[in-house]
T-cell receptor, first 113, second 114 residues
């Protein structure tokens, strides 16, 4: 069975500082990887995804994630965060059987002024 | 565009009561899913459907029923509510199977069972 581990449950960070959210997964087959963001009192929104090709994927709001097959990781980074990045971030792995996403436990990012 | 609409947004139930969480989408999506979100556990799949008339179980189906009589609607039924079902429930839909299409999530239903 696939599992997804997000190593940090909470990450406090100052505005304009960099942030890295760690995600490791376990799988013996090809994987598709996702990062979702959940702003307060809202549903999840897709932030970025890795399907194939370049191992570095970017979102429109400055986040990027790198797929590392040897380390089975898909860490999310942003070089300079804004107050508006305060949210909970979920890493997820997709498996084709049953169209199922397996989510990590989430990392809550609190950006401080 | 409404997207994925969940009702109600909040609900308090007594142990043993039954209720139905509603989910509707107006994007003509074939795939719909129900998840529950619990602190530190991310989202876990309860049931899913790949089209009208077709449903299947996810990771944590016990205590829940679903049906899919139309493409638009995918209600989740709690047969006899238990405190362990206190959670935030999310409905999601996608045009076809992932990963090639994006899954859209509703805003959630916060359920408390006392």
């Amino acid at each position: 069975a696939q599992s997804v581990t997000q190593l940090d449950s909470q990450v406090p960070v100052f505005e304009e500082a960099p942030v890295e959210l760690r995600c490791n997964y376990s799988s013996s087959v090809s994987v598709y990887l996702f990062w979702y963001v959940q702003y307060p009192n809202q549903g999840l929104q897709l932030l970025l995804k890795y399907l194939s090709g370049s191992t570095l994927v970017e979102s429109i709001n400055g986040f990027e994630a790198e797929f590392n097959k040897s380390q089975t990781s898909f860490h999310l980074r942003k070089p300079s965060v804004h107050i508006s990045d305060t949210a909970e971030y979920f890493c997820a792995v997709f498996r084709t059987a049953g169209n199922k996403l397996t989510f990590g436990g989430g990392t809550r990012v609190l950006v401080k002024p | 565009n409404a997207g994925v609409t969940q009702t109600p947004k909040f609900q308090v139930l007594k142990t043993g009561q039954s209720m139905t969480l509603q989910c509707a989408q107006d994007m003509n999506h074939e795939y719909m899913s129900w998840y529950r979100q619990d602190p530190g556990m991310g989202l876990r799949l309860i049931h899913y459907s790949v089209g009208a008339g077709i449903t299947d179980q996810g990771e944590v189906p016990n205590g829940y029923n679903v049906s899919r009589s139309t493409t638009e609607d995918f209600p989740l039924r709690l047969l006899s509510a238990a405190p362990s079902q206190t959670s935030v429930y999310f409905c999601a839909s996608s045009y076809e199977g992932l990963p090639n299409t994006e899954a859209f999530f509703g805003q959630g239903t916060r359920l408390t069972v006392v």
